[in-house]
């Protein structure tokens, strides 16, 4: 039993060193950016570096899609017509449902006669690499799980219309990722009026067991580092909501906050994660710089 | 020394309860909706009933206003001329900052030397009546917080500029109030593919601290119960953002949404607080019915 991985970016490469340190033999990569650095990588977790889409999804029984949610249908077009019959194909990208969807459509369309499943990653990858939870649909649901639990991967199957595990992840998304964004525009104000920490302690006082401070400074922390991506999930999420019927109000203002704060982040030379009052003073002096994106 | 409420409605009434237990006499109320029951709960609490603002103003040495964020200005206005030399003015209501900075102004501008006390209520009043926690600045906050303190009101003065603390309060209202409309928005998109329970044990998961399900209880059941009142705060929290350069990207989403919820309660005949997944329920035969006020 091979497993190949399409994408080998920080997340795919965590889960594979966790599973090659698990046991899981016959692992296999290929990544569009082929860099010596991803290939070291690679070689590290034991696994093999193989040099186009099609030669890597015709040598494996278990394809585990982590590109980016923006091209994970249109990889999943090209690899269709090589995947092996009976071989799961997994989507382990941040799309709507809707998207999650279509490349079900693709698989079934392709007749190679793979089981396509939905699996949406509910937590950061790095800190729990192979064991980070996940929540998988569709029919290579059981099989997946099947295959990869005794190596130690958390997949959790749930039944219902293929993409639900999608649903669950993007209402999730809208959430924490809402909450940065809400804390990136009230505490901008309150920074610009210098009572951030009045705002926070006040809030303590009425939900202590939230610990806004430290929900606060972890939130602007991953604003930081993964912005950008964050930004776009949550333009999915605003695709997702409108595709159940629900006008994405908060959900689109959400997005078009975290997207100007990852583009004035991508302004500055600085790659170090400042402190949320320090990242907050940051922005600010971007905001009488230049005007956020208006909707 | 006579304190005088403007405006008795379920706040004012409660602190002025709170207040008689604690041994202040010589209150007095005026309000415009001069109704039976509304002179009933201030004879219980030991409230004289007034029947026009001038009467009010003219025999009162510390002004509580206590109305609306709407009319706290035009009320100021129509106070103004009538406030004895020395009194103290407080403002309690939701305004905006720059309102409150207006406000101050016009007790200036009337010449007659009363202080103006901008006041923060920082939580919902009822459970805490006037020992609810308030900030407040302005030239009236230590004249208010040495002549009410001893009766138990907890009033923190800010220093800085009148103001600031309504920017403390409105920093703290986008926060709460825009998590409202965030889970509101998330679970509706959640409920409506049957997923509300995996969703907040999946942030459970992730932050245990926040207690998410009972945070969504509590949430909800205030947006059945002050949908209304806490829309139009947002509006007046997305204000505040704007007069200290932030654009309200998702607060003003937050206010759209909080607004729909709000109509569509109005719509509905019950007055019945119903659980968190009940709510979205019913929220959701809105949502197939009709349109959301879109951006």
Redo the contacts between chains.
């Keep these: 039993m091979r497993v190949g991985f399409i994408g080998f970016g920080e997340a795919a490469s965590a889960i594979a060193a966790g599973l090659s340190e698990a046991g899981l033999r016959g692992m296999a990569a290929f990544d569009s950016a082929d860099s010596p650095a991803l290939q070291e990588r690679a070689q590290a977790a034991g696994v093999e570096w193989v040099n186009s889409l099609p030669e890597l999804v015709q040598s494996v029984d278990i394809i585990l899609s982590m590109v980016t949610a923006a091209v994970a249908l249109p990889v999943a077009q090209a690899a269709a017509p090589y995947v092996r019959s009976g071989a799961v194909y997994a989507d382990l990208n941040s799309c709507s449902p809707q998207t999650k969807r279509e490349i079900g459509k693709v698989l079934e369309g392709a007749g190679c006669e793979a089981l396509f499943a939905c699996v949406s990653v509910?937590?950061a990858v790095p800190p729990w690499r192979h064991r980070v939870?996940m929540?998988a649909d569709g029919p290579g649901a059981r099989p997946l799980q099947a295959t990869l639990s005794p190596y130690g991967m958390r997949i959790e199957v749930?039944d219902?219309p293929v993409g639900?595990s999608a649903?669950?992840k993007?209402?999730?998304s809208?959430?924490?990722k809402?909450?940065e964004?809400?804390?990136l525009?009230?505490?901008?104000?309150?920074e610009?009026?210098?009572?951030t920490d009045?705002?926070l302690k006040?809030?303590d006082?009425?939900?202590p067991?939230?610990?806004?401070g430290e929900?606060a400074e972890y939130l602007l922390r991953r604003n930081q580092e993964h912005g950008k991506r964050r930004a776009q999930e949550m333009k999915e999420a605003a695709l997702?909501?409108q595709g159940?019927?629900?006008?994405?109000?908060?959900?689109?203002?959400?997005a078009?906050?975290l997207e100007?704060s990852a583009k004035v982040r991508s302004q500055t030379s600085t790659t170090k994660v400042l402190p949320c009052r320090e990242w907050l003073r940051a922005l600010l002096s971007a905001?009488?710089s230049q005007?956020?994106?208006?909707?």
Tied chains: 1, 2.
Excluded: K
């Design positions: 509910m937590a939870p929540v749930m219902g639900v649903v669950l993007m209402c999730r809208v959430l924490v809402g909450l964004a809400l804390f525009e009230s505490l901008l104000a309150a610009s009026a210098d009572v009045q705002v006040s809030l006082a009425s939900f067991q939230v610990r806004w929900f997702t909501l159940l019927g629900v006008e994405p109000l908060v959900t689109e203002g959400a078009q906050r100007w905001v009488s005007e956020p994106t208006g909707p």
